[in-house]
């Protein structure tokens, strides 16, 4: 049992505490696992945002160059570059100054004191000396050959990192890296806005992919055809687009973009996707200052600093974020408490299931193996008794059969008690039998309406010489009406059989034994047969055990008592096939009361007699 009981512990209740340490474990993670799939989702969203933007950006440098283009077709690249500014904000919306400056360094267009464009001539003081290449300032540079980053310095809204040397993402153009080898030194950008998501998980995403350099216009050309400048002035976002027609590439056309008016060409951008996740996120492009220029539906309230997940434009519009706003945050943390309690509850009820089961599972090995050895004994007790009859019975029937003996007071007196060991082998065999029939269910009652009283006194009368011979002293009170119930008179003499043997052999020094017969009113009209002896009584604990096959409260070995173990079972599961019981009660003043209980017969003053 012990080993049992260690490999339980082991194999099952072990690993199955174990497995569930670790799923109350994963239980905690649960607000994390929604929250990474949410942004999972929603950083789609604002991914494919940011690409519109970029795409977008793209298609209007494209026009550009195709106005460019259209405007050199008619005339010669020297006279368009001369009046540059106002002809391509004629045909171009989106151009609020137009520049024309050859790689020499020299500036056609616009011209310093135009009449009426106080703009222009700003345009001019501002951006003349990095233009004409004299100067190297902080720069976002992009073109179709993809983004390049020189030198990122103090951007007008950058903390920076001044030890740190981690090399950015997008510092990596051959063409251009050679040109401008001597600017390698990088540092970290600190986002505008700080998403919730990209700080809980990979720490290195608050700072931005996009971080300035430092150059001139020469180095930003290069051999390159066409671009984007964007530089922070007075903390103001400069979009600048250049062209280099093959038709003079000595001359490099550009515009200021009117900012405005891009803007609103990407506020557009955010109503296809805020459409299909309606009700759950907000999504909106934010400027350089984390203000929303785009937003749907609109957030009033909150912080557009701490979205739920962002992504960065690019180069084309550096600090500008398309950003995901949770509607109803309270809702994720929600949703992952019912899933925790949810799983939690499934966690309990399957341990618990585990712990009865296996408590039960255990329950039944100790029953199993407390019957496996109940059978072992129950063979060893059997053959005992078998064996004591059997041996008296040879040895005075083999005096006898010498002629040995010759006195008849003898003779009888041997006689005498080969009969009673012979009936004694019939009752034991007949346990055993009847036994074996009602564990297969094979067992038959020949139920009739009988005199329970005759049965007993016919019993009494058949066992009284037997008990008498043995010295015992037997008193019977029983009525003198009949009283009928429905049952099988052998069955239920067999009953009265085995608890007289048993008053007979649990006698210790008193031998008397009493039979009593009474009609009850109470609860249920009904008749008891009561057993009583003056003999060693049922040790305390057993009075229920004792009724259990097998189940022996004195032992052969110490109490010298043959027994089977079966008779009480038999008598009690009789009983009860006929609606009554056997118990047992401890007599008052020493000894044992065995009470067989079975119903009235309905009309049990008849005067029937079986
Ligand atoms: P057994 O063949 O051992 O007598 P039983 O089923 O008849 O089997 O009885 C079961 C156990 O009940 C006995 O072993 C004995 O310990 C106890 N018992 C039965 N009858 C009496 C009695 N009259 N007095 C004391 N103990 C009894």
């Not at 109503?271 to 749907?296: Q, Y």
């Not at 004591?388 to 040879?394: D, E, G, K, V």
């Amino acid at each position: 049992m012990k080993k049992v009981a260690l490999v339980f512990v082991l194999a099952v209740f072990v690993p199955s505490l174990v497995l569930a340490w670790l799923a109350v474990r994963s239980l905690r993670d649960q607000q994390f696992v929604l929250e990474r799939q949410q942004s999972l989702l929603y950083q789609g969203v604002a991914d494919s945002v940011a690409r519109e933007a970029a795409n977008l950006i793209a298609e209007h440098q494209r026009e550009f160059a195709r106005q460019v283009e259209a405007l050199l077709a008619n005339d010669k690249p020297i006279d368009v570059a001369n009046s540059f500014d106002d002809r391509i904000r004629e045909h171009w919306l989106l151009a609020d100054v137009g520049f024309v400056v050859s790689l020499e360094g020299q500036v056609y267009s616009p011209l310093l004191f135009e009449r009426g464009r106080p703009q222009a001539r700003q345009f001019r003081l501002e951006n003349d000396r990095f233009l004409c290449s004299r100067e190297s300032v902080q720069v976002y540079w992009n073109s179709p050959k993809g983004p390049i980053n020189l030198s990122p310095a103090d951007d007008k809204k950058s903390e920076t990192d001044e030890g740190s040397s981690a090399q950015s993402p997008t510092a990596n153009s051959p063409a251009f890296s050679s040109a401008v080898g001597k600017y390698s030194k990088e540092q970290k950008v600190a986002r505008n806005v700080e998403p919730q998501q990209t700080q809980q998980t990979v720490d290195k995403q608050a700072y931005s992919k996009v971080a300035p350099s430092e150059a001139e216009f020469r180095q930003l050309v290069g051999d390159s055809t066409e671009g984007t400048v964007a530089r922070f002035l007075q903390n103001k976002l400069n979009l600048m687009f250049w062209y280099r027609s093959p038709r003079d590439p000595q001359l490099v056309f550009g515009a200021l973009i009117n900012l405005p008016r891009l803007t609103e060409s990407l506020q557009n951008l955010v109503k296809g996707d805020a459409e299909s996740l309606r009700g759950e996120i907000c999504v909106a492009l934010l400027d350089d200052n984390a203000r929303p220029v785009a937003a749907l539906p609109w957030k009033n309230q909150g912080n557009w600093k701490r979205p739920f997940v962002a992504t960065e434009i690019g180069e084309a519009l550096p600090h500008w974020e398309s950003a995901v706003y949770l509607l109803n945050p309270a809702k994720l943390s929600r949703s992952a408490a019912a899933l925790k309690l949810t799983l939690g509850l499934l966690i309990a009820l399957l341990v618990l299931a585990i712990g009865v089961g296996g408590w039960l599972i255990v329950l039944d090995l100790k029953r199993q193996l407390t019957l496996a050895r109940q059978k072992t004994d129950f063979v060893s007790n059997v053959s005992h008794e078998l064996k004591t009859p059997l041996t008296s019975i040879r040895m005075f029937s083999e005096l006898l059969a010498d002629g040995r003996v010759t006195d008849k007071e003898k003779q009888r007196s041997y006689f005498n008690i080969i009969t009673a060991e012979t009936a004694r082998l019939t009752r034991l065999i007949n346990n055993v039998l009847d036994f074996s029939r009602l564990e297969r269910s094979e067992k038959k009652y020949n139920i009739t309406k009988c005199d329970l009283l005759y049965a007993v006194r016919e019993t009494v009368g058949t066992y009284r010489p037997h008990l008498e011979a043995g010295g015992f002293k037997l008193e019977c009170d029983l009525p003198a009406s009949p009283l009928f119930v429905n049952g099988d008179r052998d069955a239920l003499a067999q009953i009265v059989v085995n608890l007289l043997s048993n008053a007979e052999k649990y006698s210790g020094e008193r031998k008397e034994a009493r039979v009593e017969v009474r009609q009850q009113s109470q609860p249920l009209a009904h008749i008891e047969v009561r057993v009583l002896d003056r003999g060693l009584g049922v040790p305390k604990g057993c009075e229920e055990k004792i009724f259990e096959q097998f189940y022996r409260a004195h032992d052969s070995l110490s109490s010298g008592i043959q027994g089977s173990g079966l008779g009480l079972t038999l008598a009690r599961q009789i009983a009860r096939a006929h609606g009554g019981d056997v118990t047992y009660e401890p007599r008052q003043g020493g000894g044992s009361c065995f009470v067989l209980r079975l119903p009235a017969s309905p009309n049990s003053t008849a005067n029937e007699r079986e």
